[in-house]
């Protein structure tokens, strides 16, 4: 069974950077859509990027310039740089895959991921 870990998250102050890394372990292929998710504190989940088996990206609007999601299907990770942080970014990031499509279906829908980690938490400080 395929499982996902994300690791990097932290603590860190306005205009900084951070790169979360998000590990499948228990599969031989990785070439399907996956993404990263984000809730904060009293608000829903959300989309923040996706990338589809072809290495295509996707991003919110709220991201945007920001935030780079990349794939090494080598090592079987996701990653997402962040930069230019800004508190309203804090929030649990959670890893997230779509195992049975290679394309990322639209509208970050949350049911569409049939696969997702723990979580790690983003904080940052004005």
């Known amino acids: 069974q395929v499982q996902l870990a994300e690791s990097g998250g932290g603590s860190v102050q306005a205009g900084g950077s951070l790169r979360l890394s998000c590990a499948a372990s228990?599969?031989?292929?990785?070439?399907?859509?996956m993404g990263w998710f984000r809730q904060a504190a009293g608000k829903e989940r959300e989309g923040v990027a996706s990338?589809?088996?072809?290495?295509?990206?996707t991003y919110a609007d709220s991201v945007k310039g920001r935030f780079t999601i990349s794939k090494d299907n080598a090592k079987r990770t996701l990653y997402l740089q962040m930069n230019s942080l800004k508190p309203e970014d804090t929030a649990m990031y959670y890893c997230?895959?779509?195992?049975?499509?290679?394309?990322?279906?639209?509208?970050?829908?949350?049911?569409?991921?049939?696969?997702w980690g723990q979580g790690t938490q983003v904080t940052v400080s004005s």
């Open positions: 997230a895959a779509d195992a049975a499509h290679w394309f990322c279906r639209l509208g970050w829908k949350s049911g569409d991921y049939n696969l």
């Open positions: 228990g599969d031989t292929d990785s070439r399907y859509c």
């Open positions: 990338i589809d088996g072809n290495g295509s990206p």
